[in-house]
């Protein structure tokens, strides 16, 4: 480990990680295949940042939703969190109202537009989703 301010136990870094993973997608609707995902995280104690970029490569129908995200680490328990700012789709107009949902002790990340859960993928072929969220972990 590495030390942070001083050479006491309590200062030092010993639990940091960085690595790749594949997300697993969870869509409804008619056109649920089709879909390739990478993440990359990095771990420093309990905390967590994640970013991953979701690919759509087939054509879309209008009730195809993104309705689940898997994580690398599951949250911790003490709540379900909304996150803003952390999703982008390329084919969403109105990217301010974009949110995941973070449920407490699992990885399930949920998208959520300020009404309806699930992200629509109703465009044309090559959608694009990015994720960036940082949270702790149990």
Known sequence: GVYIGGTAAANKLDDYEEGTYTPSITATGTDTSGFSSIGYYTKIGDIVHVEMRITKFVDEDESSKITNITLPFAANNTSTIYYKGGLWHSDTYDKS?????????TTNLTPYNGATYGLSLAADEGNLVGVNITYKIQ
Do not use: I, Q
């Open 97 to 105: 109202n974009l949110y995941t949902l973070l449920r407490e002790s």
